[in-house]
């Protein structure tokens, strides 16, 4: 599929932290030229889009299956055997079947991404992902027409995952997007962060992201992806459905029920930092809002 949005990098060329200053003199210019997408307008439009640091990215994170306190999945995830890792891809596809994780990147071309993550939490932080859009991904299986959703999984082992002996979740984790938003260019399946593999913590090996949603949209550690045309059930809305909706798309005219979700909290700025002002669809609106032309969105939260 031909890249809309950001300009193609392949695995040896994503740039590590070291060197993302001068990169970022570079999107400027490449913006201008028009062969960027959000990410890459926003800075050439002078919106600081600076990523957070490597230390903030895999120290902050939500991965309940380790542990709720935002630092245990650093401390516990490395329990997680990510070698070897295969992803079944079924359902509604015409090649069924178990895919090796290195098969699936022998034939994707890896990119590099920036994008905004807002927590539903009500914080934020700017990512460098590695990766590839998920509609590569499922053109290996073959989409068929009656397709109109997608459902994802996270692995689950008890002996490994910590945290799913507590009953935080009704495990495994599970999620699900419509079929346009899964093929939308803007969502990608990301293997790394700063030009790194993307560590246990962060979702290793393969872990989706769709930067216009919530971060619990974003599943981790996928291992199974079904084609369907029923909408499938997710894990935070079976918990909890009037404080979380299947689309959850960022929205800060719509509050949380225990909490307004009009401005959020930027990682790495300290506990007290100054609050910002959260964009309607993290600041991607030109790019998606069209997938949900017509819907009532404090109805269709």
């Given at each position: 599929?031909?890249?809309?949005?950001?300009?193609?990098?392949?695995?040896?060329?994503?740039?590590?932290?070291?060197?993302f200053l001068n990169r970022r003199q570079l999107m400027a210019g490449v913006a201008g030229l028009g062969l960027m997408g959000a990410a890459g307008r926003a800075q050439a439009e002078g919106e600081?889009?600076?990523?957070?640091?490597?230390?903030?990215?895999?120290?902050?994170?939500?991965?309940?299956?380790?542990?709720?306190?935002?630092?245990?999945?650093?401390?516990?995830?490395?329990?997680?055997?990510?070698?070897?890792?295969s992803v079944r891809i079924d359902g509604m596809v015409d090649r069924p079947g178990d895919y090796a994780f290195e098969d699936i990147m022998a034939q994707m071309t890896v990119e590099e991404r920036?994008?905004?993550?807002?927590?539903?939490?009500?914080?934020?932080?700017?990512?460098?992902?590695?990766?590839?859009?998920?509609?590569?991904?499922?053109?290996?299986?073959?989409?068929?027409?009656?397709?109109?959703?997608?459902?994802?999984?996270?692995?689950?082992?008890?002996?490994?995952?910590?945290g799913v002996s507590r009953p935080v979740l009704d495990w495994p984790y599970i999620e699900g997007l419509r079929l346009d938003e899964a093929m939308h260019p803007l969502t990608i399946m990301a293997?790394?962060?700063?030009?790194?593999?993307?560590?246990?913590?962060?979702?290793?090996?393969?872990?989706?992201?769709?930067?216009?949603?919530?971060?619990?949209?974003?599943?981790?550690?996928?291992?199974?992806?079904?084609?369907?045309?029923?909408?499938?059930?997710?894990?935070?809305?079976?918990?909890?459905?009037?404080?979380?909706?299947?689309?959850?798309?960022?929205?800060?005219?719509?509050?949380?029920?225990?909490?307004?979700?009009?401005?959020?909290?930027?990682?790495?700025?300290?506990?007290?930092?100054?609050?910002?002002?959260?964009?309607?669809?993290?600041?991607?609106?030109?790019?998606?809002?069209?997938?949900?032309?017509?819907?009532?969105?404090?109805?269709?939260?």
């Amino acid at each position: 599929m031909a890249n809309r949005w950001k300009n193609t990098l392949t695995e040896r060329d994503v740039t590590p932290e070291a060197a993302f200053l001068n990169r970022r003199q570079l999107m400027a210019g490449v913006a201008g030229l028009g062969l960027m997408g959000a990410a890459g307008r926003a800075q050439a439009e002078g919106e600081d889009l600076e990523p957070n640091s490597w230390e903030d990215i895999t120290s902050y994170n939500n991965y309940y299956e380790f542990g709720t306190d935002k630092g245990d999945p650093k401390r516990y995830a490395d329990a997680l055997t990510i070698d070897p890792w295969s992803v079944r891809i079924d359902g509604m596809v015409d090649r069924p079947g178990d895919y090796a994780f290195e098969d699936i990147m022998a034939q994707m071309t890896v990119e590099e991404r920036i994008y905004r993550l807002r927590c539903v939490e009500a914080w934020s932080m700017v990512v460098p992902w590695n990766g590839f859009e998920l509609a590569d991904m499922l053109a290996l299986a073959g989409v068929q027409s009656g397709a109109k959703f997608v459902a994802f999984e996270t692995v689950l082992r008890e002996d490994e995952m910590r945290g799913v002996s507590r009953p935080v979740l009704d495990w495994p984790y599970i999620e699900g997007l419509r079929l346009d938003e899964a093929m939308h260019p803007l969502t990608i399946m990301a293997t790394g962060i700063y030009g790194r593999d993307i560590p246990n913590q962060n979702g290793a090996p393969l872990r989706l992201v769709v930067p216009w949603k919530y971060g619990f949209k974003s599943i981790k550690s996928v291992v199974r992806i079904t084609l369907t045309d029923t909408q499938p059930p997710t894990s935070w809305n079976k918990a909890a459905p009037r404080e979380y909706g299947f689309y959850s798309n960022v929205n800060p005219n719509v509050d949380h029920p225990r909490w307004s979700q009009a401005t959020e909290r930027r990682i790495g700025g300290g506990l007290f930092s100054a609050r910002i002002e959260t964009k309607m669809f993290n600041g991607y609106e030109e790019e998606v809002a069209s997938l949900y032309k017509g819907m009532d969105l404090t109805k269709n939260f």
